[in-house]
Structure formats: structure tokens, C-alpha cells
């Protein structure tokens, strides 16, 4: 038997507690769904009737029926005195004649009364799936170190599609004991308020997009929701040569209930540069553009500068420095509120092989000695999850061209320093600007990857998703439900998709109540644009059509979840150099469905690991949960989390159970939304969970599990020490040789444009490339046949089709 398996039942425990029952059984009470609740009854194997061993890791341990009880003459002892991993835990049997009987929709309220000498247990669920079995559901509650008898309880999720049964009970994995008795289970009476249509019939189905009067002042492709609801866009040049020449940087701060912006003076060119929230709510910017492209020369260059932007002041103030330059770097968020950052271009121009690691208790950047290396090339805007034990996984989602060699998607141990390849992922160099997305609840552990497309190759892109279990011993990505078609602008005006036609340029946005919204895109390399949006819903599978963006939202734009549940999208820069600042507002059919619940107070703001915090509400909800705000660009948002508050409800007044793992639930401020049976959410409130420095002793450790334990894919260990990545000049997919730094001529037009001047030029004239100025001598794609420094001018083509004008939201 494995000892590394997330959860192990002694074996043959459930069987043998069934043949060797030693006296009538004690059955459950009333409403009661729990059969021998006070481990009154004997069984087998030194184990009450219906109860078994369970747990995994390296540890000592021991399990005793004690007479020790809260009420009767039993209780059940769980004892852990040594531990290095793992945890052991007392589980209703696994059986159809004792685990309870669930039904799926429903939620069901468990209680217990307990003891424990740890900080280190909580209530553990595991659930069984008709075709799948017996698998972990969810940690629900840490239990508060108590000397004497204190009651627990808490509320279930709602019991997923599939699931016919449920077991749980206390895993103790701290050293010390948790002693229970009087366990409940009772199922939640149905609360389900009437679903009132506030819209039109349509817009109740589908949701509701406005465009807003006010456009967006800057040209910004990186969106930041700050703790106080309002939301950084930042542009620094805004990809406009004519701005990083005149060296005007800019960010505006966006009020989403007044309407209003307010444009910030910013130090440095945070074009393609990296973000995310620290800890505190202060937002770290890392790298972005010291030069663009010159045709037949150098690359895109990034810098070495990083800086913080303060929400309270609303300014950027500068930190020391990267260890090298990274043009589209990474950043994610770990568990003890640090960073960590991979990829880009350096100040040369090729591909940056240096990790780098913001230190929070320091505040800076830590030097390249203190760093793990591989010196590995991650590409660029690699998307990199953090996993409940603090392992990265990367996704496969990137921006540019092909994927990284091998299987395309990756796990990777910072602490050993090992990169395991994880296969399954379809068309693995057919994944540039896809989106990833952790799906809800963060505790399942399974990650959505959509969509993409080759800005090298330009074919069109796929309508492929991937689904991936990292709760799997091997984690293996598995085929999605592909992408629902939506139309496309392939330069005279939309049509409906065909064939495998799908979109690169995804934003995936995760929703309050548990689903996700996949929006926007493009068929091909900065043109093209898609009109399709859709709502995936993790717990079937599955893609639901609605309203589509009436704007065109492909390469820097962005979409993102604001506190009051709608969702804003910003931002378009096709290949002719345009930018749409035009601002859309999604309003989900959620709602559409009458009132909001609200809620009414929250007692506490400050948050630590393994807390029980209390709201009250002002009518009964279903659930409550922790949504990590938005700091995406480049259709990349990797800590992007829903995080699921188990309920213990009273009334209106509600307990809600936050995690002991910060690696579930990285430090920081988070919206929290309380949802009613409708899936319709409140308003957000915030909240700061809080870091490392507010643990006390008597805190609860991260609970970890034995996941993604037996990997098969290739390790890969650090390579030699080397300076950088060669990558090619032309790596956005633009030719140079044509037009101003801000255009994009594609180095391969799509497969249906012929490879003559005619087509070419018939093809940028349907995608308003306007004049376009020969730079230099070379002529790579024949544009301009006759010589005279203007691609596609009167001489070189005699004859070409209209040019197509309708683009009044951009300028």
C-alpha cells in the first residue's frame, strides 16, 4: 500500500467491520444521517460500527475507542506523535451500509463535538462519484484547540452532480489528539428564492453587455482590480512609438461607481510589463519596454526596473532592480505572500532564463545567489498556478508562437528544483494567447485551458479546451468540451465561424456564483476579430452561449470581475495600429433574477489562516466565498482564484471556515460574495488575509494533501548555467519592414490569403492597414514590387477591392 496516497482506508475495513459487528447496531436518530454517531457500537478491527482508519504520510499514530465521552460510554481518540507528512483521521465507512446517502443539489448541515490538543485538525470531506468512486471532496473546518467538550458544525457544498454518497470525519496532522463523539448530519431544508426576471427575456437567459459613454483615456492592456473597487489600467506607451519617443507613460484609475478616470503620471515605459497585488494591496509592476523592434536589427528589449503602485496615493514609487530584463514576465503569488517570476525578453533582446523572487519580508527583489535556478526558457507571459502544496503548474497557456519543447505543460518544484513535464495537452504549439483559468472552488484543483492559435504559423485559431485534475496522483490533462462558435470579422463584416474555426486572445473571468466567463478573441494574428462569449460551468462540464461583446476585443484587451458581479472589458489593438477605447460592461444572468442578497456586516476585516470569521446576511444564502481580484493582461491571470468559505449557518447570522493553506488562498485583500440558492451573489466586501507575520502558535498549519504525489512525466533537473534564450527579432509575429513601430504586417498571412502582392495587399486594405511606409531596403514579402518606399501603393497593385471604413470606436 502506498503510503503517499491522499487518502488510505486500513485495508479491508470496511468489509470486516460489516461481518464481524459485535452488537446490534446503534441506528441514526430521526434526522439524523449518521449510523453509530456516538461509536457506542462495536465493530471490527478495534473500530466501531461504520467508522474506519483512515489517513497517509510518514507519521505515528494511534486510534482509540476511549471512554472519554461527551455523552454515552464511547468516544473516538485520534492520536498523531510523530509526523513529518500526512495525517490520520477517524472516516464514516466507505460502504453502502454506512456512508450516508446524498443527493445532488442538496447541501446537508454536520456537526460533532470535540477535544483536541492541536491546532493542527479539521473536518474532512469525501464524497463518491458514481463512475469515478471514492474520491476527496474538501476540508470544511479547522477545529479550535479546546480542552473540553465544544461543538463544531458546519454546512456541505452543494453536493456535486454524480456524487451518491459522502463519508467524513477529523483528520489530525499536527502532532498531538483530537478526541469526538455525538457526530450529526442533517440535509438543508430547501431556502430557493423566487426567480424573478428583472430584463427582457433574453437578457434573463444571456446576460447583457453596455458599452459605456465614457471611454477608457489610455491605452492600456494591463488591468488591476485595487482593494478599494477601483481599477488600475495601465499603458505606459501604450504600444505607440510616437508616445515612448516623446517619452509619455501613462495609467489611468478607473472608478467604476462614479464612472470617471483619473490618468496617473507613470515612471517608465510599463508597456508588456508584469503585475500583481502584494500582500498589503500595493500593486508590484515588474519590467515592461526599454526599445521596440528596429526592422533587420534588434528586438523588443525589456528593463530591468520594477516598481509599486500605492492605491491610497494612487503613484508609483521605484524598487531595486531585477536581476535582468523581462519584456512579458510572469508573477505569481505564493503562499508566504512572496513572488516569483519567469520568462520574457532581456535588455538584449533574447529570452530571459532567470527566475526571479520578490521577497515580501524584505521588500525587494533578492539577488541572483539566493534564487533557484534551471536556467530554463519559459517563453513569454508563462502561466504559472500555484498548487496546494506550493508547487507551480504550468499551464501550456502562453503568448507568441510555439509552446516550450516536450509535452507543453509542466509542474515545477521550487524548493527541489525540478521541472516534471505532465502530458495530455492538445495541439501543445497551438496554444498562443489561450486562456487558463483555476477552476472553482480552488480546493478542487483543476485547471481550464481554452482556446489559441500560432502568431508564427497564423493558421486559424482552435476552439480546443483542456481539462486538467492536479488532485490526480498523475495529472493528466483530458479533452474539454471545445469552444461554442460565435462570428468572426474576416474584413467585410461578421459571419458565423466554421469548421474548427475558434479564437486566440481569450479572457476567462471567474464569476461569483462558481462559473467562468470565457469572452473576446481573434481567428488570426491581430485581426480577425471573434464575437462569441460563453459560461462554462465546472460542476457539468459544460459551455452555455450567451450575449456576445458587441466590441472587438482581441490582442490587449482584457475582461475582469469588478466587486458588484459584472464584468468590464477593455481594450482591442489589431495589426493596423488602432486601439478601441471603447469600455463594454457584462451584466450576468445572475443579475437579471430580482434581489440581491446583501451583506449586512461583516465583523471583522483582518482574516488569518484556519480562522472562523462571521457575516450576517440579510436573507438565507447557499454559500460564501474569497475571489482573488483581477491583475490580467494578455488573456494571462494566473492567480486568479475562487476560494470556497464553508458555511455554519445560524439564522442570518453565518460562520464562514477559512482555509488553513495559504497556497489555496495567498495572502492578500480578496472580494468576498455571499451567493443565495439562485446563484445570485451580493455585493463584495473586502477582506485581508492576512501573511506569515500574523500566525501565532496556536495556528493552524496548512493542511496538505498527498496530490499530484506520483508524476510521471520526464524530470527535468537545472541545467548549465547560461546567460539567455536566442529568440528571433521577429518573435510578435510582425514584420518591421512596414509601417510604424505600433502596426503589425504578419510575417504569415492566414492560409486562405494567396502568396501574391494582390492578396496580400487586398488583405490589409480589408483589415485598414492604410499607408504603409517600406522601412529600409528590404521588401520580405513583396509589398512593394515597383520600388518606391510604399507597400501596396497605387503602382504595385492596379487593381484592389474597396477599403472597408466602419471602426468608429477607435481613433
Known amino acids: 500500500m502506498n503510503k503517499h496516497r491522499r487518502r488510505t482506508a486500513f485495508l479491508g475495513v470496511g468489509t470486516l467491520t460489516a461481518g464481524l459487528l459485535l452488537t446490534s447496531p446503534q441506528s441514526a436518530e430521526a434526522a439524523n444521517l449518521v449510523l453509530n454517531p456516538g461509536f457506542e457500537t462495536a465493530g471490527g478491527d478495534g473500530m466501531p460500527y461504520c467508522w474506519e482508519k483512515s489517513g497517509w504520510g510518514d507519521n505515528d499514530f494511534d486510534f482509540t475507542t476511549t471512554s472519554d465521552a461527551h455523552s454515552g460510554a464511547k468516544a473516538m481518540k485520534v492520536t498523531v506523535t510523530r509526523r513529518v507528512d500526512g495525517d490520520r483521521k477517524a472516516l464514516i465507512t466507505e460502504s453502502t451500509g454506512c456512508a450516508p446517502v446524498v443527493t445532488a443539489g442538496k447541501q446537508y448541515d454536520l456537526g460533532l463535538w470535540y477535544k483536541t490538543t492541536t491546532p493542527d485538525a479539521n473536518i474532512t470531506l469525501f464524497r463518491h462519484d458514481a463512475t469515478a468512486g471514492w474520491q476527496y471532496w474538501t476540508d470544511l473546518k479547522t477545529l479550535e484547540m479546546q480542552g473540553g467538550w465544544t461543538q463544531a458544525t458546519v454546512r456541505t457544498p452543494e453536493v456535486p452532480v454524480g456524487t451518491d454518497r459522502i463519508t467524513w470525519g477529523v483528520s489530525v496532522y499536527g502532532t498531538g489528539s483530537a478526541t469526538t463523539d455525538d457526530y450529526t448530519m442533517d440535509q438543508v431544508p430547501d431556502t430557493l428564492p423566487p426567480a424573478t426576471c428583472t430584463a427582457t427575456a433574453e437578457e434573463c437567459a444571456n446576460g447583457r453587455w453596455d458599452v459605456l459613454p465614457t471611454q477608457n483615456p489610455v491605452r492600456s492592456m494591463h488591468s488591476v482590480v485595487l482593494n478599494n473597487g477601483k481599477v488600475l489600467l495601465i499603458a505606459g506607451s501604450g504600444n505607440s512609438e510616437e508616445q515612448f519617443d516623446a517619452g509619455t507613460f501613462t495609467s489611468a484609475v ?64 521605484k524598487t531595486n532592480d531585477l536581476n535582468d530584463g523581462h519584456w512579458y514576465p510572469s508573477a505569481t503569488e505564493l503562499g508566504n505572500g512572496d513572488v516569483i517570476s519567469f520568462g520574457g525578453l532581456r535588455e538584449d533582446s533574447t529570452g530571459s532564463v532567470t527566475a526571479e523572487y520578490w521577497s515580501d519580508a524584505q521588500q525587494k527583489w533578492l539577488p541572483l545567489s539566493q534564487v533557484n535556478q534551471t536556467w530554463s526558457y519559459w517563453g513569454l507571459y508563462p502561466s504559472m498556478v500555484l498548487m496546494q502544496d506550493g508547487r507551480l503548474f504550468y499551464t501550456g497557456s502562453h503568448v507568441f508562437g510555439n509552446n516550450i519543447p516536450g509535452t507543453g505543460s509542466a509542474i515545477y518544484d521550487y524548493a527541489a528544483n525540478t521541472i516534471t513535464s505532465v502530458p495530455g495537452l492538445q495541439n501543445k504549439d497551438e496554444r498562443d494567447q489561450s486562456a487558463s483559468v483555476l477552476l472553482p472552488p480552488a480546493q478542487d484543483q483543476k485547471v481550464l485551458t481554452i482556446g489559441g492559435g500560432n502568431i ?26 471545445q469552444i461554442p462558435q460565435g462570428t468572426v470579422d474576416l474584413g467585410n463584416g461578421p459571419v458565423a465561424e466554421t469548421g474548427g474555426q475558434g479564437k486566440m486572445y481569450v479572457s476567462a473571468v471567474v464569476l461569483p456564483d462558481g462559473t467562468v466567463l470565457e469572452t473576446g478573441g481573434g481567428l488570426h494574428n491581430r485581426a480577425n476579430p471573434v464575437y462569441e462569449a460563453s459560461i462554462f460551468d465546472p460542476a457539468t462540464t459544460t459551455f452555455d452561449p450567451v450575449a456576445a461583446d458587441p466590441q472587438a476585443r482581441g490582442y490587449h484587451s482584457s475582461s475582469f470581475l469588478l466587486p458588484d458581479g459584472r464584468v468590464m472589458s477593455t481594450g482591442d489593438n489589431p495589426g493596423n495600429g488602432t486601439w478601441n477605447h471603447n469600455v463594454s460592461i457584462y451584466t450576468p444572468p445572475y443579475l437579471l433574477k430580482g434581489t440581491r442578497p446583501t451583506i449586512t456586516s461583516v465583523i471583522d476585516t483582518e482574516w488569518e489562516y484556519g480562522d472562523t470569521q462571521t457575516i450576517t446576511v440579510d436573507r438565507p444564502i447557499a454559500k460564501a466565498e474569497l475571489i482573488r481580484p483581477a491583475a490580467v493582461t494578455h488573456s494571462s491571470d494566473p492567480n486568479q482564484r475562487f476560494v470556497d468559505l464553508p458555511l455554519s449557518v445560524d439564522g442570518n447570522t453565518v460562520d464562514l471556515n477559512v482555509t488553513s493553506n495559504p497556497d489555496l488562498a495567498p495572502p492578500g485583500w480578496y472580494m468576498l460574495f455571499a451567493v443565495d440558492a439562485n446563484g445570485v451573489p451580493s455585493v463584495a466586501k473586502w477582506v485581508h488575509l492576512q501573511g506569515p507575520s500574523a500566525l501565532t502558535t496556536d495556528t493552524a498549519s496548512a493542511h496538505v494533501h498527498s496530490f499530484a504525489d506520483s508524476l510521471e512525466g520526464k524530470v527535468t533537473q537545472p541545467g548549465k548555467k547560461r546567460a539567455s534564450q536566442p529568440v528571433s527579432t521577429t518573435i510578435s509575429g510582425c514584420d518591421r519592414h512596414y509601417g510604424t513601430i505600433n502596426v503589425c504586417v504578419p510575417t504569415v498571412f492566414p492560409a486562405e490569403v494567396k502568396r501574391s502582392t494582390a492578396a496580400r495587399c487586398t488583405w490589409l486594405q480589408q483589415n485598414d492597414y492604410g499607408r504603409l511606409k517600406v522601412n529600409g531596403k528590404d521588401d520580405p514579402l513583396g509589398l512593394d514590387p515597383n520600388k518606391d518606399g510604399v507597400a501596396c501603393g497605387k503602382g504595385d497593385v492596379k487593381t484592389a477591392k474597396p477599403v472597408r471604413t466602419v471602426k468608429p470606436a477607435k481613433k
Open 456 to 481: 508564427d504559423s497564423n493558421p486559424d485559431a482552435n476552439r480546443l479546451t483542456d481539462i486538467i485534475d492536479l488532485k490526480e496522483a498523475n495529472p493528466t490533462y483530458t479533452v474539454g468540451p
Open 254 to 317: 478607473y472608478d467604476p461607481v462614479a464612472g470617471t478616470y483619473k490618468v496617473i503620471p507613470t515612471p517608465k515605459d510599463m508597456f508588456c510589463s508584469g503585475h500583481i497585488q502584494l500582500q498589503d494591496g500595493r500593486v508590484l509592476v515588474l519590467s515592461g519596454n526599454k526599445a521596440f523592434p528596429v526592422a533587420g536589427g534588434h528586438g523588443y528589449e525589456g528593463y530591468k526596473d520594477s516598481y509599486i503602485f500605492d492605491p491610497k496615493t494612487e503613484t508609483y514609487s
